[in-house]
């Protein structure tokens, strides 16, 4: 009995290593992308490919003179991605963390190693986007929608999985 | 007055009644101490009985798996499906895997997998060292210039210590396999992104925090045992009292312990 309960264990955590990836492959490649707003976005954050996930946020950092956050993204070697894709910081719903999203852009040569990910988009701040179409006056940000359609507005950008 | 009538007296007086069992308390928890010491100081020190040792190793480590993973695998079952209920109150289903995981690791793991121990190993190593009690064997082995705590206390504070955090381990893993199962097969949880999100939560000291104290705990439960069972008196009811005395002690001791170690970790955490 003692070898069934010792077996199904590891076997459970072997699926689950194999599954999730804790392996990581050596090689991967390293680039990097400016974002205006990281939000909640922490190392060890997925980096996915049409929500498939190829790699992890390694690390955050702040640009001292732009004040710009710079995420270190660690990018599966088998990917490779157009020199003009967008990276997008989404959150995982209301309670979940927040992870990078790439929209692969259509240029011809792509982004080597060390590069950079020009085109990029920043965290949403939901609670200043509900602020802004609860109060419009209220001075939001430029992203708040009209008055006039409250509801759809505000919950578009939290449903982004 | 007559001498049964002057005793009465003395068992009713609430206030020696209060003076008698706080010397109990205090005398019983000095004893403890002591005892604790001795077969501390017999375990870490040589010569060692080898022997000795392994056998403790299968009884206590080995012959508990079964329990403990059948303990495990239905707990995490269960919190998954409360976790789910209890989410879905505030529309968050999507974290249970990573309150089962945080749930099962920290606290459940552990304390549940001790709590079997006391049951299994407690009792049994309170009633093996009680019967040598009541049948003298310990006085002959004396006779013989074999140390007892060496023989008897040290190799099972050693393997409690030593195979409780092992058990854990296994109790974490088949626990969270348990609330995967469910997840999966009962609630349309996806089995790969259960598993990612359980793995990406999870820190290190989640686990270490955890296993730190099933080590405890399988210090208190073999003590508990070789305390009770060494100190049995009165033949065969006494054995039986011991076993009792050693499965309640050590439950209490493992849930007081267990919010005293987790205070600790948490402020450590800060």
């Given amino acids: 009995m003692g070898v069934v309960v010792l077996a199904l264990a590891a076997g459970f955590l072997t699926y689950s290593l194999s599954v999730g990836g804790v392996h990581m492959k050596r090689g991967n490649y390293e680039i990097a992308a400016k974002f205006g707003e990281a939000g909640s976005l922490a190392p060890g954050a997925a980096v996915s490919v049409a929500g498939v996930k190829v790699g992890t946020v390694s690390e955050i950092t702040l640009e001292p003179k732009t004040f710009l956050a710079v995420a270190k993204l660690s990018i599966d070697p088998t990917v490779k991605l157009p020199s003009d894709s967008t990276a997008k910081i989404t959150s995982d719903g209301i309670l979940g963390g927040a992870h990078v999203s790439i929209a692969p852009g259509a240029a011809m040569d792509d982004i080597k190693p060390g590069g950079q990910i020009e085109n990029t988009q920043g965290a949403v701040d939901l609670f200043g986007l509900i602020g802004s179409v609860i109060r419009p006056q209220g001075g939001g940000s430029d992203a708040a929608a009209p008055a006039a359609a409250p509801a759809p507005a505000a919950s578009q950008p939290a449903v982004s999985y | ?270």
Avoid at chain 2, 152 to 177: E, H
Avoid at chain 2, 211 to 240: E, P, Q
């Fill in chain 2, 1 to 270: 007055m007559t001498a049964g009538e002057a005793a009465r007296k003395v068992a009713t007086n609430p206030v020696r009644v209060l003076g008698r069992s706080t010397l109990g308390a205090v005398r019983m928890v000095g004893s403890v101490g002591v005892f604790a010491v001795r077969g501390v100081t017999a375990a870490l020190t040589p010569p060692w009985f080898f022997g000795q040792l392994m056998r403790q190793f299968v009884a206590i480590g080995f012959f508990s798996l079964p329990v403990v993973g059948l303990t495990a695998i239905f707990t995490g079952a269960a919190l998954a499906l409360n976790i789910f209920t209890g989410g879905g109150r505030f529309n968050a289903e999507q974290v249970m895997p990573q309150i089962v995981a945080l749930g099962i690791t920290r606290e459940l793991g552990p304390v549940l997998a001790s709590l079997m121990l006391a049951g299994r190993v407690s009792a049994a190593i309170a009633a093996e060292i009680g019967a040598m009690r009541a049948t003298e064997q310990i006085d002959a082995m004396r006779t013989l210039s074999t140390d007892p705590f060496r023989y008897l206390v040290g190799p099972r504070l050693l393997a409690g210590v030593l195979m409780m955090p092992l058990l854990a381990a296994v109790a974490d893993t088949i626990g969270i396999a348990g609330g995967w199962l469910v997840a999966t097969r009962v609630l349309d949880f996806s089995s790969a992104v259960y598993i990612r999100n359980t793995l990406d939560f999870l820190q290190g000291w989640d686990i270490g925090s955890g296993l730190v104290k099933a080590a405890v705990f399988g210090f208190i439960v073999a003590l508990m045992g070789c305390y009770h069972g060494y100190n049995a008196k009165g033949g065969a009811r006494g054995v039986g009292r011991a076993t009792t005395h050693a499965v309640v002690s050590s439950a209490i001791l493992i849930f007081a312990s267990d919010y005293l170690l987790t205070t600790l970790f948490t402020h450590a955490a800060q």
